[in-house]
T-cell receptor
């Protein structure tokens, strides 16, 4: 069964450093989502791509976060500089299309710890 | 904001059915009800979704009331591996984006 791949699974970084996460969605999935999950809370959407275009980045802290999906396949989420409050699980999800009856499949996530 | 209300925690005996309730009294006609679960430190796992009719798959059954204001997820024979946080999500069918808005979920503890 096809899965969403993410790397790294765990990342420890010092505050003010740069960090990047990678996501490879299920093959053929046009829509890609990045969510952030703070410990004890549910995931919250950071950014959504349709193919290579951003369709929703309203919750992305654009002063320090950036996301790209250059060829409409895999995606990178970057934080620069990292802050202590960025410690969280970063989850990538993909769906065939952006339709309300299309299932979003999640990857295993990247656990970020900022020290 | 999440459009659903779930009990924060529930217990279930292993081998028994687990019935997880969800209230979504403001749901509109084109909104789907989705259920996901998250086992500790893993990504959310899709379970089932529905619009109006009851649904069943290999994992669970989803019972939606006739007025669609509430639903119940049924795990027919709970095992210890079903211990997880279960999220009930109402997904906007008319917005430009398909984001899932997660609430706090229900922590299900399956006990031997």
């Amino acid at each position: 069964e096809a899965e969403v791949a993410q790397s790294p699974r765990y990342k420890i970084t010092e505050k003010s450093q740069a960090v990047a996460f990678w996501c490879d969605p299920i093959s053929g999935h046009a829509t890609l989502y990045w969510y952030r999950q703070i410990l004890g809370q549910g995931p919250e959407l950071l950014v959504q791509f349709q193919d290579e275009s951003v369709v929703d980045d309203s919750q992305l802290p654009k002063d320090r976060f950036s996301a790209e999906r250059l060829k409409g396949v895999d995606s990178t989420l970057k934080i620069q500089p990292a802050e202590l409050g960025d410690s969280a699980m970063y989850l990538c999800a993909s769906s065939l299309r952006d339709r309300p009856n299309m299932i979003q499949y999640f990857g295993p996530g990247t656990r970020l710890t900022v020290t | 904001d999440a459009k659903t209300t779930q009990p924060p925690s529930m217990d279930c005996a292993e081998g028994r059915a687990a019935n997880l309730p969800c209230n979504h009294s403001t749901i509109s006609g084109n909104e789907y009800v989705y259920w996901y679960r998250q086992i500790h430190s893993q990504g959310p796992q899709y379970i089932i979704h529905g619009l109006k009719n009851n649904e069943t798959n290999e994992m669970a059954s989803l019972i939606i009331t006739e007025d669609r204001k509430s639903s119940t997820l049924i795990l027919p024979h709970a095992t210890l591996r079903d211990t997880a946080v279960y999220y009930c999500i109402v997904r906007d069918g008319s917005s430009n984006t398909g984001k899932l808005i997660f609430g706090q979920g229900t922590t299900l503890q399956v006990k031997p």
